[in-house]
């Protein structure tokens, strides 16, 4: 599998989402991606108590431990290489996640507008 270049939606060098929790569809810590990531997993979401439940709900629980694969399971302050459909869909509900996006991969805008993300974007530094 060979990565995508490592860009940004702001057209800069993709940086890192997290290492602690260990994200991205290579577990590489980045949103990088490839032909193979099926849900590209290129929003770097910064999780809150609302989205979590919300995930959970539709059927995708981020935030239960799950040993077996090495998931701690995720919580409000983390960071996770989020699928741009869930994100997109999220926000059509009302309760998507911020966004990092310096390490929000390129890709992502191929299913989510530019400006709904600004529209989550935490602050630099944050």
């Known amino acids: 599998m060979e990565k995508d270049p490592s860009f ?3 057209g800069s060098t993709l940086t890192p989402c997290s290492t602690d929790p260990m994200t991205g569809f290579f577990r590489n810590g980045a949103c990088d991606t490839c032909a193979a990531d099926q849900g590209s997993h290129t929003v770097c979401a910064v999780m809150t108590a609302e989205f979590l439940a919300y995930s959970k709900y ?3 629980d981020l935030s ?3 040993q077996e694969f090495g998931f701690p399971g995720l919580k409000p302050g983390d960071g996770w290489c989020l699928c741009a459909s869930r994100f997109l869909q999220a926000h059509d509900e ?3 996640p911020q966004v990092n996006l310096h390490s929000t991969h390129v890709r ?4 989510v ?3 709904v993300l600004r529209q989550y974007a935490v602050a630099e530094g944050d």
């Open 8 to 10: 940004n939606v702001l």
């Open 64 to 66: 239960t431990p799950r």
């Open 94 to 96: 009302g309760c998507a």
């Open 113 to 115: 507008p530019i400006d």
């Open 58 to 60: 539709v059927g995708n």
């Open 108 to 111: 992502a805008l191929d299913i």
